[in-house]
């Protein structure tokens, strides 16, 4: 941060130096209370002068001044006015450190008593600190990689994983609609935009485990988050290299309909270009969403949530450079390209619902809703590769070049035509009831889910001549073969019942938690029970600390990726997976160098049965569609929050986990020629360890100087070859370490001046950021592809993903 701070120091006294050397100079200085506190928005004025400034949050003030002796004022509501002399030399700014006296006034005696609903386990995320994460993908997501238990080793994704689950078993809910992600996608570089639009956020609630009955049929997480209810007309813009987005918001004179719109545009070629795959990038991300709300009466209102997202991705590949190895032993792959990768993703949701509160008491809500997705994954990618070993001696000439015949030399050929069209419905009843220090909550869904897949799906490798895998005979042998033409239509019946309560004595302050959960499935004709239950604690002899126990059962019905095997089958007798969870955490509130700070941990162990297996290569998940395993997984979270900064909110995060699993019917052959039964191995989500930290600074002098840091470290998930047995998956990636930072400077924020003739007075704020991703340029891996040599062995190549790169980012609100 020192250096950081010396740059931008630098550049406010190269701007401000035509100044230093005339007739004007500053005086600046920070205002506080008789008890040190800083005061916020305190005016401060040259005594005759027009202009003048306020404090920001920090109570610092800088205000430009004529050489000589004058008189400053002070004054704040709240506060005795304060007139001070002030005497400047040129190119001497003078430093105060000023001390209000508060106007005296009796007020009769009152209470402050905290009334909050019972807790949940969510954690509440600030909604703001979204747009100064710097990222390649921006968005909720980007955020939440930065809690702990929470990581991606995709930068390219808004996917990711939660102590030990996979993506399929995240639960979001957008104002009480659950959100469904496309089928289809491969790799994260063909998301493009994520449902979640952080321009129409107004509140983040997240649970890593432990979550209430209320929440869906997932393993792993749930994120919940409401869309802003609009007070008056605003607006907001941003643009980048990488996309752009505006957002529009009003209500009506009547004060009885508010509409809240967001357009978002992306197109990340400029990023894909730093991955070690060449060629013609056209990718396209489109999306449109509005919420819309009418008041009918003081007790029924109406809302309409609405949105299309339209992703296209176009790749022509043309060369691939990868080097891989050690120190002394580098090889290069070269791979030459003919053909085309196109897929078209596009989705709609409409969801409308209707609030009714019959009685002061008690809430209605009914939702109907629909998710429409469709589809399509089209292409023949042929390549042609060579494995050279690379020259490492310093003293040739050729160091660094790829020398001597070719290790191994083959063609490949990949070819698909999918299809998939999927139709969800939904009509649900949810219900709440407050009684004194009670609530009660309950909720009954219908969901019918009309699925249709066409499959057409190859890929034929010849290494060095021969078909792989080799036959005795003669023929041409096809790898990841599909051919399946599917439908699937079914229903659900979901229920749930959940009671809240308080009770506060002499010992602390104790709230409850219990609920059961319920879910049937047509397909398989399986119903599930689910209780769950929690209780929180803050002593009342240690006010600074919460603590909180919960445990229960987290049933996930399976959803069409589920049931589908390799060869391209529904297996209808799968049953839902379980996990039960049991989960302790802390909470302590302290102060440190008079700022304040807040420590969290939480530990928890999962107990996993009818587990699916599944392959993980990028971000696509395969599922071996049996339930042919059970495992486990524990681990320990670690939060650091506070203002590591005055007035700013920072964070680190430490996660420790282990998970494993154990098939039934796998067998380890004994040397003996005999076999033992296989033991537990890690699952392909098996991250060790993982660090992550947030950091915000500013310039002390100038605050408007800020900079963003986001660093991420993850250690290797297990990944193997694919010729190996599903269940030896052991091997190590290398760690995943990233680093982005972005330096911002606000053009308007609060304190600004702006004329009443300036084309700028329409907006509230306006700033400039300048972000650098992978700062560290380091060659993360997110999955392997697998050649042989002449000599038949096999070499893991990685796939790295982007390098570094510099963006730039306008944002604008009004």
């Known amino acids: 941060m020192y250096f950081s701070r010396l740059f931008i120091l630098t550049l406010l006294n190269l701007a401000l130096s035509s100044q230093l050397f005339g007739q004007y100079s500053f005086v600046e200085g920070v205002v506080r209370d008789e008890q040190g506190l800083r005061v916020a928005n305190a005016h401060v004025a040259i005594e005759g002068a027009t202009t003048g400034t306020v404090t920001d949050s920090l109570g610092f003030f800088i205000l430009s001044v004529r050489t000589g002796t004058s008189y400053l004022v002070i004054t704040h509501m709240g506060y005795a006015s304060l007139r001070l002399p002030v005497t400047v030399l040129p190119g001497r700014p003078s430093v105060m450190d000023i001390v209000l006296t508060p106007t005296a006034a009796m007020l009769p005696d009152f209470e402050i008593r905290e009334d909050l609903p019972p807790p949940s386990g969510l954690i509440r995320l600030d909604p703001k600190h979204i747009e100064k994460l710097a990222g390649p993908v921006s968005g909720v997501e980007r955020l939440l990689k930065t809690l702990p238990g929470v990581y991606s080793t995709q930068e390219l994704s808004f996917q990711y994983n939660v102590r030990g689950g996979n993506f399929d078993e995240n639960l979001v809910y957008v104002n009480g609609i659950e959100i469904h992600r496309p089928f289809l996608v491969r790799s994260g570089q063909q998301e493009g935009l994520s449902f979640l639009n952080s321009d129409l956020v107004s509140s983040i609630q997240f649970s890593a485990g432990g979550f209430d009955a209320r929440f869906g049929d997932k393993m792993s997480s749930a994120l919940y988050i409401d869309y802003r209810r609009p007070q008056e007309f605003a607006g907001s813009f941003s643009l980048s290299l990488l996309e752009g987005s505006l957002h529009l918001e009003g209500i009506s004179r009547n004060r009885r309909t508010t509409y809240l719109v967001g357009l978002r545009h992306k197109s990340n070629q400029y990023l894909l270009g730093t991955l070690d795959t060449q060629g013609d990038y056209q990718p396209s991300f489109s999306d449109f969403q509005g919420l819309f709300t009418h008041r009918l009466s003081d007790r029924i209102e109406l809302s309409l949530l609405a949105s299309y997202n339209r992703n296209h991705f176009l790749f022509q590949p043309e060369v691939q450079n990868t080097r891989f190895g050690t120190v002394a032993d580098v090889r290069q792959l070269t791979v030459y390209f003919d053909g085309q990768e196109v897929n078209r993703f596009a989705t709609t949701l409409g969801a409308l619902s209707a609030n009714i509160r019959p009685h002061d008491n008690v809430n209605l809500r009914l939702i109907l809703s629909m998710f429409h997705s469709n589809e399509s994954e089209t292409f023949d990618v042929l390549g042609q590769y060579w494995l050279h070993r690379v020259q490492t001696d310093l003293g040739r000439d050729d160091f660094g070049q790829p020398v001597g015949e070719p290790l191994g030399v083959g063609t490949f050929l990949r070819h698909a035509r999918n299809n998939l069209i999927a139709q969800v419905w939904n009509a649900e009843l949810q219900g709440q009831w407050t009684l004194n220090q009670h609530g009660f909550r309950w909720g009954l869904r219908y969901r019918n889910e009309t699925i249709t897949d066409r499959l057409n799906e190859w890929t034929m490798v010849d290494s060095s001549g021969f078909s792989l895998p080799r036959r005795p005979y003669n023929a041409i042998l096809f790898q990841d073969t599909l051919f399946a033409h599917l439908g699937m239509q079914s229903a659900r019946v979901v229920g749930f019942l959940q009671h809240a309560w308080e009770v506060e004595n002499n010992l602390g302050r104790f709230s409850f938690t219990a609920g059961f959960r ?95 297996p599944y392959r993980l290569d990028n971000v696509r998940i395969r599922y071996f569609a049996e339930n042919i395993a059970r495992g486990f997984a524990t681990g320990l979270d670690l939060k650091l929050h506070g203002e590591f900064v005055p007035g700013i909110e920072s964070w680190a995060s430490l996660s420790i986990m282990k998970t494993a699993e154990k098939f039934s019917g796998a067998y380890d052959n004994l040397p003996d020629a005999g076999q033992e039964s296989s033991g537990f191995i890690p699952r392909p989500t098996d991250q060790r360890l993982n660090f992550s930290l947030f950091f915000q600074d500013f310039l002390p002098r100038n605050p408007a100087y800020k900079v963003h840091l986001a660093f991420v470290y993850g250690s290797g998930l297990p990944f193997g070859p694919p010729s190996r047995a599903y269940y030896r998956y052991t091997l190590r990636m290398p760690p995943y370490r990233r680093v982005d930072i972005g330096f911002s400077k606000i053009l308007i924020g609060e304190q600004s001046n702006i004329s009443e003739r300036s084309p700028l007075r329409h907006f509230n704020s306006l700033w400039l950021t300048a972000e650098v991703f992978n700062l560290l340029q380091i060659n993360n891996t997110i999955s392997y592809q697998w050649i042989r040599d002449v000599e038949n062995r096999l070499f893991a190549v990685p796939n790295y993903l982007t390098r570094r790169l510099i963006n730039l980012k306008l944002v604008a609100r009004f």
């Open 518 to 612: 319920m879910h049937h499935w047509t397909f398989n004709g399986q119903t599930v029970f689910s209780p769950r239950g929690a209780v929180s604690f803050r002593p009342a002899v240690l006010p600074r600390w919460a603590f909180r126990a919960s445990a229960g059962f987290y049933h996930q019905p399976p959803f069409y990726r589920e049931l589908r095997d390799f060869e391209g089958r529904l297996n209808q007798n799968i049953r839902a997976q379980e996990s039960i969870h049991f989960v302790l955490g802390s909470e302590y509130q302290f102060t440190a160098w008079g700022r304040p700070f807040k420590h969290t941990a939480e530990i928890y162990y999962k107990q996993l049965n009818n587990l699916i």
